[in-house]
């Protein structure tokens, strides 16, 4: 939430620097003693994470960029090579290819916690969307790293998705098919298209810092969101982002960290596919075409549908519904803890989640389709009838009055001002001195 300022320059230097370029009062306000509600949980944990996470893949990302070469031909044997012969580039290239996995686990957990504790409610819809942008940027950026390896998943993967383009043709003839000819930069994926990707994989995460910068500075406009999901009503209900809450990020940054070097250096490939260890053949289609495990829900929805129009349609449709989230949600209660027949539907639309990634990993046939659509079906309900219905039949439970009756299960009283001192008090500090 905006506040006024409490830095004060300690030295000449930082006066001289405050006057013309106040970086250091800029960070002191906003990272240090930001106020921030005082019962924030663990959820809360993942922004700061997420930070990291796009810090640790940019830099992880340049130095591969300077020893990759982006031509089918070498494309391959480039990779392998940064494994084999660049030092650490094992290292390099597995915390890249795993990252990208963390990256992608933090931001789910972070979107579901928001959807939860309705931090896309007022005032905070353009927090929500920015968000929602940065998902967008992230799924892009994602997709085109994939197709760098230039392995037979690599190779497919960009084949079939970029082809999803075609189905444009069903609207108007012909435009889908030159549209893909324009993103191929040919007949057929090739040398310009993994140039092209290459080149948009490499600006993307500085178009995602960017918007991240917009995302925080949305977030410190009106302030964090809470558990309770009531405003701050007083500053008593509210702690320095520093020292309380920079130590709790740190802490559960530590675990996911853990996590992170667990696969790095334990399990590099459990969550990739075998195939992208072939190199890409046009000759030959793999039995099974996959994507990563985090476009396996997307990829189901885009399976279930059986017009090819209308399946890319769905597909587009499954992230650009998040966008209208904030008036989707007619319920005027914030927190899912106090909605007891949302928080039914919302856990339920949480397996459906689950159950889409399993079965978009799952050949498109048999029941694996038949359930395909079911989950298909309730994903948009849950977003087109149950959040609007729900929000207007429901009887919430009680709110607390407070963030402090929420914590402490009373309110808390204010303190009172020490009395003044004394004539006699102020005589005998004065014989002191």
Do not use: C
């Not at 915390?95 to 309705?118: E, K, N, P, Q, T």
């Not at 349609?313 to 005027?332: E, G, M, R, V």
């Amino acid at each position: 939430m905006a506040h006024e300022s409490t830095y004060q320059p300690a030295t000449g230097f930082e006066r001289w620097l405050d006057a013309r370029l106040p970086i250091v009062r800029v960070m002191h306000d906003q990272f240090g003693v930001f106020p921030t509600p005082r019962n924030l949980n663990y959820w809360w944990t993942f922004g700061g994470i997420l930070t990291f996470m796009l810090v640790a893949q940019i830099a992880t990302g340049i130095v591969l960029a300077m020893h990759y070469v982006p031509t089918p031909e070498n494309a391959f044997d480039s990779v392998e090579k940064i494994m084999r012969d660049v030092n650490f580039g094992w290292f390099l290239r597995y915390s890249h290819a795993v990252g990208a996995s963390m990256f992608f686990l933090a931001v789910y957990i972070h979107l579901l916690r928001g959807m939860y504790y309705g931090s896309y409610k007022a005032p905070r819809e353009v927090l929500w969307i920015i968000g929602v942008l940065i998902l967008f940027v992230m799924i892009a950026t994602a997709f085109m790293g994939y197709s760098l390896p230039w392995g037979q998943m690599s190779f497919w993967a960009v084949t079939v998705i970029t082809n999803l383009v075609s189905s444009l043709d069903m609207v108007i003839k012909g435009l889908g098919t030159t549209l893909v000819q324009w993103v191929w930069g040919g007949f057929s994926v090739g040398a310009p298209t993994l140039n092209r990707l290459y080149a948009l994989h490499y600006l993307l995460p500085f178009v995602l810092t960017g918007l991240v910068i917009l995302h925080i500075w949305a977030l410190h406009m009106p302030g964090n969101n809470n558990p309770t999901g009531i405003d701050v009503k007083s500053p008593s209900e509210t702690v320095p982002f520093h020292p309380y809450y920079t130590m709790k990020d740190g802490f559960a940054l530590v675990m996911f960290v853990i996590l992170f070097a667990a696969l790095v250096f334990y399990a590099p490939n459990w969550l990739g596919h075998p195939d992208n260890y072939i190199p890409a053949n046009p000759l030959q289609t793999p039995p099974h075409i996959v994507p990563e495990w985090y476009f396996l829900p997307f990829y189901a929805i885009l399976r279930a549908i059986p017009n090819k129009l209308f399946g890319v349609i769905a597909l587009f449709s499954s992230i650009a519904i998040l966008f209208f989230i904030p008036w989707l949600d007619t319920s005027k209660v914030r927190s899912t803890s106090y909605r007891p027949i949302y928080k039914w539907f919302f856990w339920a639309f949480v397996v459906t989640a689950v159950a889409l990634g399993y079965l978009g990993s799952q050949p498109p046939e048999g029941w694996y389709l038949v359930f395909g659509r079911i989950f298909t079906a309730y994903y948009f309900a849950f977003f087109l009838v149950i959040m609007p219905v729900v929000g207007l039949i429901e009887t919430p439970r009680r709110l607390p009055g407070s963030i402090t009756e929420a914590v402490l299960g009373h309110e808390e009283k204010p303190r009172p001002a020490p009395p003044p001192p004394s004539q006699s008090a102020k005589h005998k500090a004065k014989e002191a001195v």
